[in-house]
């Protein structure tokens, strides 16, 4: 009796253990579903926020944001309003996200002539606006043949055979194309540089104050005022610092009004002459004799001897000389300093007036007066 009963336990025990393993593998079987099912879910969702996306920018372009409205402003008195909408290539029903406005504005630019600057600019949700400026006749460009009659930014509006007159003229330039409605630029990269900033320059100060400009060699660049002023600028580098230096030269109150020469030196200094002649320094005009030569050209000392050094070097070289040269002469000259005093004929005087960076600091001239001379040593630009 007790062995069929503790068989029946032992049955009872075993069943409940495969309920308990039953209702574990259902556990883990209802967890992957869940796991699967949260990731089918996610999938769902990204797809269906991709396609809302996809069905938002799809209307944008098609239905959303069409032009019902082009609003033309600035300066267009060469132009009509429909004349530069048409230049723009854009019309009313365009869609604003599919404009290319780069190109509608470059199209402005190549299409009409006497537009200086054109700007395209959205303006949701259904409404374009064009702003342009017109081309103001700026400068003469001479290329030798002809001019060119060029806009404040450079770009090119006639092809003349004649200078405009009022303009400054620029020369050397060297164009590389000369056509109508194109920038005017030079193959040369510095001299391209040096007009870009001296055009820039020039518009911003806006008092036409420059005649010309010779930018026919880079590193010597000329300008020739109406003033009567002459600037030599030297290279290419710095033109607007140059060109405010100089003006800054010319306002002072011992340079305001007078004709003469402008040079930079160095990098921060400008000085100012009455004459282009070079100036002579006080107290180098004594004579100075040349070394003492052999008959041979080799330097002796002052008692008549050779340099008992080069004594035996000058030996050698001697014997392998076959005929002897002619004596060297005692040469003169006027200065014995390289400062250019030599050519001085006229011994003017004439001394320099320097404005370093710092515009206030008021040099002298190298004869220990004022900074300049009133000689009216003064020699007209030649083009």
Same mark, same amino acid.
């Given at each position: ?15 409940? *253990?495969?309920?308990?393993?039953? #209702? ?16 089918? *879910? +996610? ?19 098609? /239905? ?13 008195? *060469?132009? @009509?309003?429909?004349?530069?909408? /048409? ?15 780069? $190109? ?21 949700? =259904?409404?374009?606006?064009?702003? !342009? ?38 020369? $050397? ?10 920038? !005017?630029? @030079? ?13 820039? =320059? ?10 010309? !400009? ?49 040079? *930079?030196? $160095? #990098?921060?200094?400008?000085? /100012? ?24 050209? +080799? ?35 006027? @200065? ?10 006229? +011994? ?19 004869? $220990? ?11 007209? @630009?030649?083009?």
């Amino acid at each position: 009796m007790a062995e069929i009963c503790a068989a029946s336990e032992a049955e009872g025990f075993g069943e409940d *253990m495969k309920d308990v393993e039953k #209702t574990n593998v259902e556990r883990q079987n209802s967890r992957k579903r869940i796991r699967r099912r949260k990731r089918m *879910m +996610n999938v769902y969702g990204l797809v269906v926020m991709l396609l809302v996306v996809t069905a938002v920018i799809t209307i944008s372009y098609t /239905f959303l944001f069409n032009i019902n409205e082009i609003r033309v402003s600035g300066e267009s008195d *060469m132009y @009509s309003a429909e004349e530069i909408v /048409f230049a723009s290539g854009i019309k009313k029903g365009d869609n604003l996200l599919r404009l290319n406005i780069k $190109g509608s504005e470059q199209k402005i630019l190549d299409d009409l002539l006497y537009v200086e600057t054109a700007k395209v600019e959205r303006d949701f949700p =259904s409404s374009l606006e064009i702003t !342009v400026t017109k081309c103001l006749p700026a400068f003469n460009v001479n290329y030798g043949t002809g001019t060119l009659l060029v806009s404040k930014k450079g770009k090119i509006l006639a092809d003349n055979g004649f200078i405009t007159d009022g303009l400054p003229i620029i020369y $050397g330039l060297d164009p590389a194309d000369k056509t109508p409605g194109k920038p !005017v630029y @030079s193959e040369n990269e510095h001299k391209n540089d040096a007009f870009t900033a001296l055009i820039s =320059s020039l518009v911003a100060k806006n008092d036409n104050s420059v005649m010309s !400009v010779d930018l026919s060699d880079e590193h010597a660049i000329i300008v020739n005022y109406k003033s009567g002023m002459i600037f030599k600028m030297g290279n290419w580098n710095d033109v607007e610092y140059k060109l405010a230096l100089a003006d800054e030269v010319m306002k002072d109150e011992k340079v305001m009004g007078k004709k003469g020469y402008l040079t *930079m030196i $160095g #990098t921060n200094q400008c000085s /100012f002459r009455d004459s282009d002649k070079p100036v002579a320094n006080p107290g180098s005009d004594q004579p100075t004799t040349a070394v003492k030569t052999d008959i041979y050209g +080799n330097p002796i000392d002052e008692v008549g001897e050779q340099n008992p050094d080069m004594e035996e070097e000058f030996n050698k070289i001697n014997q392998n000389r076959t005929t002897a040269p002619p004596p060297t002469e005692i040469v003169t000259e006027n @200065s014995g300093n390289n400062d250019g005093g030599q050519w001085n004929d006229d +011994n003017s005087g004439s001394g320099d007036y320097y404005q370093e960076q710092n515009y206030g600091d008021t040099g002298y001239g190298s004869d $220990g007066n004022s900074g300049y001379t009133d000689d009216g040593n003064f020699v007209d @630009s030649q083009w």
